[in-house]
């Protein structure tokens, strides 16, 4: 099917999904009711539960509720743990659910029809996105018996106007990762000393996905299964209040909002003012309690990432909670104000937390569905900012244009097509510069006036706005930048069409031929290295050509892949059949031309095209490295390509055959434990002998110094940090107890930099002459000396205009950022920032497709 055809299919997809639900089922069973203790034979607190017997209880206590709760599972994991939620309303709403679904989407105006405000609010509530703060799923066990309990009065008073939507876990396959092995090594009695094994959760951990993703950073990017799958229920609810259930270090008490500053602009005054009324709701039982707990410090509101900050942009109250416990929490834990903190003790936070949320939502139901309500009007009537309408050139890349559109559809967010050539003022996200910009027919043209406008000026404004600059340095996950696509922010309106004319996937003279000389493909995306990937699985030759050349008055950059016939004559016609379904299934333009001869440049026959052999790819994981990093690759391979990956472990590394492999990969990490002297002439050995070393961050920096590897680091200037930290008073209160988001620190540190590309090297292939780089460490290397390449450096005045950070910048200057040195018959590729990071950073992803599949072949 053509690209924008399909488009179109989609889009009309996506609504036939929005009106289904994917799953329900209410059955009833027979016996009583039963609390938890009763139906697990273990009183709340005295273990941890694991999530098939949580999703036991949950069906008890669903069965048993008939005409009150219904469980519907919206996904599953990658470990193929179901996903679940449960819907739970009084007996007067139960029966129009899905009214009261369709009314909230009226409200949000992103349905047809007048929505009413009497109808009852929907309160959502996530527990246990981060598999090791495992309280949070005992909790839910204890919340959902309140909300089926018919003795509950006050919870079936305030169901009267709510709707609640309870996800037990949205993480299963960490949560259970953490309680196995919890129960695995625990005393018999608890033994809270923090020595002991059962409060060191050993590599990695039980916070992150399969793929070690950090789900609390994935709810705007949505690059994995579990987010999509929520993310789609959700956009099918759009509820009025969102809570996320977390845990903190064992020596912190307890957080509820307000949340701390810097809240993002685009708060809107009644959210903060939200944020104030649900404190007031938590604190009367906890003061009741006398249970500790702190307000309005380390977690903020800001970048878009969080559970939190995006239902908050998607117009609901977000807020997140936070217990002292986490993975060293255990079942008891000695803390250092001498108290012992209980699992038992941490239930009971999350519990009266959950039931103030309940109940605020039910209480305040008036002003939460007027404001709801106002929020997207307004949205759409007057949008916030200064740009009104943001474009995407229809000349990008057309797989990643499809990918970019996939991800609008997702978040509800509409787009159209630019219907005529007009000249106008904007700013170029390319250049960085305010400048006459022109719009082309099909240019895909997102209006800020829709309901979602705030999510898209979130996603889109060029620089973050921050109500206070002192507190952070600024970042930027502008989504021009981080799709690496060519894209303009206007401050005035387009006039749109609903389509665009579809576009063929197999183009050229010989589009038509039965039997075309060869296929060119362009390379551009990471569309194009999946391309790539399929073909070579399935044994087709594939070259590239190191030079651009012009064919059949077409011009190809150096990059572009060349699938001759010659050489794939064993094929027959499955040949062609297989190049174009790849072409239109990984979304890849090729070209079908007639001849081998370039009018300009080299011909398909040159010395100067390579035949790129199928790398039999390795990656080293385990203590040591940084697991989202290890867990980047491996998702890269698995999730994004669909390439064979074999994972080495650290622990046996030294004792494997490289011979086997032509493709190394260090994942950030500390390498000084993994790699003693002698492993470390082993692993030159390999590469002398033709292997491939890529080396990302940590992993390059533990290489540079050595001897035989060109990468050397320069005298730290550490006069301008220091003069940085005076000038920045509240840096010590951002590191201030184990603060959940003290990584997220140092992503909102990161900054976008233009890095100067030599894109004559096959590193930088199918770049333009600049990269825009998430840089999130500072990094301080020398340009490579004789026998390196530099392929991408930072120079002077680097920082793309407006995103500022003083510490970067001063550091950041005339450094090394990625290249390549050549050692005996094999390569080194360093890549000094992380290409991968978060797999959000589409741009970078093609760097790293060149590092695997393009050098040195
Ligand atoms: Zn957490």
């Not at 089922?25 to 949580?54: D, I, R, V, W």
């Not at 092995?181 to 959760?201: C, L, T």
């Not at 502008?478 to 749109?496: Q, S």
């Not at 590239?544 to 060349?562: H, R, V």
């Amino acid at each position: 099917m053509p690209l924008l055809g399909r488009l179109a299919r989609c889009r009309a997809l996506g609504l036939l999904v929005l009106l289904l639900p994917l799953c329900s089922h209410a059955q009833t069973a027979a016996g009583p009711l039963l609390t938890p203790a009763q139906f697990l034979g273990y009183k709340l607190g005295a273990q941890f539960t694991p999530n098939a017997e949580l999703l036991r209880y949950v069906d008890h206590v669903v069965s048993h509720t008939p005409g009150r709760m219904r469980m519907v599972r919206y996904g599953s994991t990658y470990e193929h743990r179901p996903l679940e939620v449960v819907q739970i309303a009084s007996a007067e709403t139960f029966g129009r659910l899905e009214d009261v679904r369709h009314n909230n989407l009226k409200l949000a105006g992103l349905e047809a029809g007048a929505g009413q405000r009497q109808e009852p609010a929907v309160c959502w509530l996530s527990y246990n996105v981060h598999g090791n703060e495992a309280v949070s799923s005992e909790a839910v066990m204890q919340v959902l018996y309140d909300l089926a309990n018919p003795q509950d009065q006050q919870m079936q008073d305030w169901l009267k106007n709510t709707v609640v939507i309870v996800d037990p876990c949205i993480n299963p396959d960490g949560h259970d990762r953490y309680v196995n092995w919890y129960n695995r090594v625990r005393n018999q009695s608890p033994n809270a000393e923090p020595d002991s094994w059962e409060h060191r959760e050993p590599w990695p951990g039980g916070r992150y996905n399969h793929y070690y993703f950090d789900l609390n950073r994935d709810w705007a990017w949505q690059t994995q299964q579990e987010t999509r799958q929520r993310i789609a229920l959700y956009n099918q609810w759009l509820p009025a209040v969102h809570a996320d259930f977390h845990e903190m270090g064992p020596n912190n008490t307890y957080y509820f909002s307000p949340a701390a500053k810097p809240y993002h602009a685009d708060i809107t005054p009644w959210q903060r003012k939200f944020q104030g009324i649900l404190g007031d709701y938590n604190k009367v039982a906890f003061d009741k309690n006398n249970w500790l707990y702190f307000t309005r410090e380390i977690y903020d509101l800001y970048a878009p990432t969080y559970g939190d900050t995006w239902p908050s942009f998607n117009g609901a109250i977000g807020m997140t909670y936070e217990q002292g416990g986490g993975g060293a929490g255990g079942v008891a834990y000695a803390r250092l104000d001498g108290d012992t903190l209980t699992l038992a003790q941490r239930i009971a936070h999350h519990h009266a937390a959950s039931r103030a949320t309940i109940q605020a939502t039910a209480e305040r139901h008036d002003d939460l569905l007027r404001e709801f309500q106002s929020y997207f009007a307004t949205a759409k009537a007057k949008p916030q900012g200064y740009y009104k309408t943001y474009v995407l050139s229809a000349g990008n890349d057309p797989g990643q244009l499809r990918s970019f559109t996939q991800y609008l559809e997702r978040n509800q967010i509409q787009y159209g097509f630019a219907t005529k050539r007009t000249k106008t003022k904007g700013f170029n996200y390319t250049t960085g510069k305010a400048e006459t910009v022109q719009v082309e027919p099909h240019d895909v043209v997102i209006s800020m006036y829709q309901p979602k406008s705030t999510l898209v000026k979130v996603l889109f404004e060029p620089k973050s706005q921050l109500e206070d600059s002192l507190t952070y340095d600024i970042t930027s996950w502008a989504l021009p930048y981080a799709f690496g696509v060519k894209a303009y922010a206007l401050p005035g309106r387009l006039e749109t069409a609903g389509n665009a004319p579809a576009q063929a996937m197999v183009r050229g003279s010989a589009a038509a031929a039965d039997r075309p000389y060869a296929y060119l493909a362009r390379w551009n995306s990471l569309q194009d290295i999946r391309f790539l990937s399929r073909l070579l699985q399935q044994k087709v030759k594939v070259r590239y050509a190191e030079k651009a050349f012009e064919s059949e008055g077409q011009q190809y950059a150096p990059g572009t892949l060349i699938i001759t016939r010659t050489g794939n004559e064993a094929m027959g016609a499955k040949f062609d059949q297989l190049v174009r379904a790849q072409a239109d299934s990984a979304g890849t333009v090729v070209t079908a031309v007639k001849s081998g001869f370039s009018t300009t440049g080299r011909d398909l026959g040159s010395g100067t095209v390579h035949f790129v052999k199928q790398p039999n790819v390795a990656v080293v994981a385990g203590p040591g490295v940084d697991a989202t990093a290890f867990g980047e690759v491996w998702h890269f391979f698995e999730q994004q390509l669909g390439y064979p990956l074999t994972v080495l472990g650290t622990d046996y590394l030294s004792r494997v055959s490289m011979q086997k492999y032509d493709v190394l990969i260090l994942p950030n990490g500390n390498y000084s434990d993994v790699y003693s002297d002698k492993a470390l002439e082993n692993l030159k050995a390999w590469v002398r002998d033709g292997g491939k070393l890529i080396a990302l961050e940590g992993a390059a920096k533990f290489l540079a110094n050595k001897k035989d590897f060109l990468l050397k680091t320069k005298a730290a200037d550490s006069v301008a940090i220091k003069k940085d930290e005076k000038a920045n008073p509240y840096k010590a209160l951002r590191r201030y107890g184990d603060a959940d988001r003290e990584e997220a620190e140092d992503a909102v540190q990161g900054s976008v930099y233009r890095v100067q590309l030599d894109n004559s090297h096959p590193l930088a292939f199918g770049y333009p002459d600049t990269y825009f780089a998430l840089v999130r460490n500072p990094l301080n290397y020398r340009f490579l000396g004789k026998g390196g390449w530099n392929v991408g450096v930072i120079k002077k005045n680097s920082y793309s205009a407006g995103f500022a950070g003083t510490k970067a910048r001063k550091e950041l200057t005339d450094t090394f950022v990625v290249g390549t040195q050549e050692l005996g018959r094999g390569s080194v590729v360093y890549l000094g920032d992380n290409p991968l990071f978060r797999a959000f950073w589409q741009g970078g992803k093609l760097l790293f497709g060149n590092a695997v599949f393009l050098v040195g072949q």
